[in-house]
T-cell receptor, first 112, second 117 residues
Framework: EAQVTQNPRYLITVTGKKLTVTCSQN?????MSWYRQDPGLGLRQIYY???????DKGDVPEGYKVSRKEKRNFPLILESPSPNQTSLYFC???????????FGPGTRLTVT | AQKVTQAQTEISVVEKEDVTLDCVYE???????LFWYKQPPSGELVFLIR??????QNEISGRYSWNFQKSTSSFNFTITASQVVDSAVYFC??????????????FGEGTQLTVNP
């Protein structure tokens, strides 16, 4: 089954404790990206990747890191999480920016 | 910079009413794509439609229709004879690919549609 998976689905953590949210797709998509969803702000792109070893900043990259060592995986790293990073995070993949995005189920992160 | 505005934060209708969700965008590129996605209460994001900047034909898919007008930079979405299952948050999105904007995808703020029985 074609899908995008994210783990964990729910995470509560404390300020400053490094965490990684994994994202994996099985559709051989080249384009992958991370979004955060906040009430009243819609979805905002954090980082995207056009292909392996090619990543670029989206609209809200501060406080986040990503890597793309393999085509199927695109982890999101929060080196020192802060409460303003409490949000719902979605990973997505597609054949390109101009194509339909396939979204993961979302990860709800709470930073206390 | 590209921007998408969905001015309607919330819309509430009664079943069988028609409803239009507005989407206005800003871009300096001549080549771009527009999208609509649906997010039902279960939370997943579901793709509805994609439109490129060179195709201004309106599209109809069952009870759904889309009106793309470059002259007003709008890509509005109409649901005819709404049903309770249409209750969801709907997002409009814009994709550019240029040297200045990179390959970003910009979403609007979303419109919460509630269809009451």
């Amino acid at each position: 089954e074609a899908q995008v998976t994210q783990n964990p689905r729910y995470l509560i953590t404390v300020t400053g404790k490094k965490l990684t949210v994994t994202c994996s797709q099985n559709m051989n998509h080249e384009y992958m990206s991370w979004y955060r969803q906040d009430p009243g702000l819609g979805l905002r792109q954090i980082y995207y990747s056009m292909n392996v070893e090619v990543t670029d900043k989206g609209d809200v990259p501060e406080g986040y890191k990503v890597s793309r060592k393999e085509k199927r995986n695109f982890p999101l790293i929060l080196e020192s999480p802060s409460p303003n990073q409490t949000s719902l995070y979605f990973c997505a993949s597609s054949f390109g920016t101009w194509n339909e995005q396939y979204f993961g189920p979302g990860t709800r992160l709470t930073v206390t | 910079a590209q921007k998408v505005t969905q001015a309607q934060t919330e819309i509430s209708v009664v079943e069988k009413e028609d409803v239009t969700l507005d989407c206005v965008y800003e871009t300096r590129d001549t080549t771009y794509y527009l999208f609509w996605y649906k997010q039902p209460p279960s939370g997943e994001l579901v793709f509805l439609i994609r439109r490129n900047s060179f195709d201004e034909q309106n599209e109809i898919s069952g009870r759904y229709s889309w009106n793309f007008q470059k002259s007003t930079s709008s890509f509005n979405f109409t649901i005819t004879a709404s049903q309770v299952v249409d209750s969801a948050v709907y997002f409009c999105a814009l994709s550019e690919a240029s040297e200045t904007s990179g390959s970003r995808l910009t979403f609007g703020e979303g419109t919460q549609l509630t269809v009451n029985p």
